[in-house]
């Protein structure tokens, strides 16, 4: 199954990759998804790839609910 679904969400400075699968293993641990190779430091948005839907919305409102990354 492919991660035909994407989820642009704020995160900006350093290490954004790390963060996020740090955040994600605490909040969404049943959650697949596919991030970038990398990021720049630079850019103030990540884009998160998920398998459906459901997922995206999943992720959405686990997000809005938890302090940010």
Do not use: N
């Not at 290490?15 to 630079?42: C, G, M, N």
Request: without cysteine; hydrophobic residues 35%.
């Amino acid at each position: 199954m492919t991660f035909r679904y994407s989820v642009v969400l704020p995160i900006s400075g350093s290490h954004k990759l790390s963060r996020f699968r740090q955040w994600a293993d605490e909040h969404v641990p049943a959650l697949s998804y596919s991030l970038p190779y990398q990021t720049p430091i630079k850019t103030e948005t990540m884009t998160v790839r998920v398998r459906s839907p459901e997922d995206r919305q999943h992720l959405l409102s686990v997000f809005a609910k938890t302090p940010q990354i």
